[in-house]
């Protein structure tokens, strides 16, 4: 249930942000069709951890549905 799983993810990133759970919780709000609160995550998350791998794969994975 995609609905559960951004509930529980960004409950974890209001805990603590991480790149992995911040690609994740972006993986599901794309998969949910919610394009700008995933392409504004994108771009919090690409300040806070400056180019890290697993954000890089979901842009590569996603940009289609990103245009960053």
Partial sequence: DLD???RWLRMSTDQEKTPETGAHLIEVLIQQNKIEQA????Q?????FNNH???LEVINNFKSN???
Avoid: H
């Fill in 39 to 42: 392409k504004q995550l994108m």
């Fill in 44 to 48: 919090q998350y690409l300040k806070l």
């Fill in 66 to 68: 990103l245009e960053l």
């Fill in 4 to 6: 559960q799983a951004e």
């Fill in 53 to 55: 791998p697993k954000l």
